[in-house]
């Protein structure tokens, strides 16, 4: 059953067009991830599922009740914000059990339903302290614990874990990712982080100029992206992209690449082959992300020499950098292969994991 289904819904701001045409239909107890860059619409998408932005065309259903016109306390939603948006002036007990106050709930099943959710989140010695004197991560943890007080239909995530220092992020993470896995509750989750997107969500909606660019798991997205947008905005270091002609030698095609030192024909696979020719242009772009290109061993067969512009050593992995048709490119290999700054190196192809895309509409070539 869909807890939430988002169809054909637009936003407008006056004359400017901030959504455009969503369509998202979301599973009970799903953790959807909406992921883009500010000002894609991720934000303003999670505040019209709240009720807090009016829609202006398309609809809004809420366990298969529309909910356009609904407000916020009609919708059976619960919001963790950004800035946490705690009292000042109450405790930790009294910030959860306020909404609770106010839908008349009484006084004994407040005070069970706080230890419930204290305990759950591990804040049982906070509850009689003020948010002045709680840590960052500690204010989250409330604010989340105001939100599980009220047992909604959807959780809502605005950006929580923005705000926190790089360890602490991680470690909230990993929590959240545990709690969803206990409540099996859906939640909606906006980041403009891709490690949080990859890590957390069971699908995700890569966003930009306020469109889905693409929905799918995160393998879907990393494996098969469905242009360079997404390619380029999910994976750290970015994918490599690298505009390069198509040829034929001997009934295969090949796509042809140069560091500087001579061209060399890399052979594409028979499902490749098939692609292009259905796809009929000779000018394409490869991309390829830093795992798939690495030091070439003996036992391997295509590989192009190059020089090594830059390297980036990083603990578990180095990166190289180098140019291969004129574009800067990213390959990955150990410490222990790592070459210095000028040196030349063989890199191999897995041209097997290769994606390639249209170099006019960006769009991946399937």
């Known amino acids: 059953m869909a807890v939430l289904n988002i169809e054909n819904v637009s936003k407008s701001f006056g004359d400017t067009e901030v959504l455009k045409d969503i369509n998202i239909e979301m599973a009970e107890g799903e953790f959807l991830i909406l992921v883009g860059p500010s000002g894609c619409g991720k934000s303003t998408l999670l505040n019209m599922i709240a009720g807090l932005e009016p829609i202006t065309h398309g609809d809004i259903t809420l366990d298969n009740l529309r909910v356009n016109e609904r407000s916020p306390r009609e919708r059976n939603i619960a919001m963790v914000f950004q800035f946490y948006a705690l009292y000042p002036n109450m405790n930790v007990r ?3 059990s306020f909404g609770l106050k106010m839908r008349k709930v009484p006084k004994g099943e407040q005070a069970t339903i706080v230890d419930r959710v204290a305990k759950m989140l591990q804040i049982e010695n906070l509850l009689d ?6 840590s960052g991560g500690q204010r989250q943890r409330v604010a989340i614990g105001r939100a599980l007080a009220r047992d909604p239909a959807l959780f809502l995530f605005d950006e929580p874990l923005s705000n926190l220092d790089a360890k602490l992020r991680v470690e909230m993470r990993t929590e959240l990712k545990q709690l969803h896995q206990r409540l099996k509750t859906a939640m909606v989750y906006v980041t403009h982080d891709q490690i949080e997107a990859m890590t957390l969500g069971d699908r995700i909606a890569v966003m930009h100029e306020g ?16 242009n360079r947008y997404v390619a380029g905005f999910i994976g750290s270091p970015a994918m490599n992209f690298i505009t390069c002609d198509l040829a034929e030698r001997d009934g295969r095609r090949v796509v042809q690449l140069d560091s500087g030192k001579g061209p060399v024909d890399i ?3 028979e499902a490749q082959s098939a692609a292009m020719a259905n796809h009929g242009q000779s000018k394409i772009v490869l ?6 290109l690495a030091p070439a061993r003996e036992s391997d067969g295509q590989s192009l020499d ?16 180098t140019r291969i048709n004129d574009t800067y490119t ?13 040196d030349s190196i063989a890199l191999t192809f897995d041209i ?5 895309f249209d170099a006019e509409s960006d769009k991946r070539i399937a």
């Open 94 to 96: 009294r910030n959860i």
């Open 352 to 356: 097997e994991r290769a994606v390639f």
């Open 211 to 226: 469109k889905v660019q693409q929905l799918g798991t995160p393998r879907e997205i990393y494996d098969s992206p469905a």
């Open 287 to 292: 991309g390829l992300r830093p795992e798939h």
């Open 330 to 342: 990213t390959a990955r290999c150990t410490p222990s292969v790592a070459p210095a700054a000028g």
């Open 129 to 134: 302290r003020k948010p002045a004197q709680l």
């Open 306 to 321: 190059c020089v090594i512009d830059v390297v980036e050593p990083t603990g578990p992995d180095t990166y190289l950098l």
């Open 267 to 269: 052979e594409l696979t």
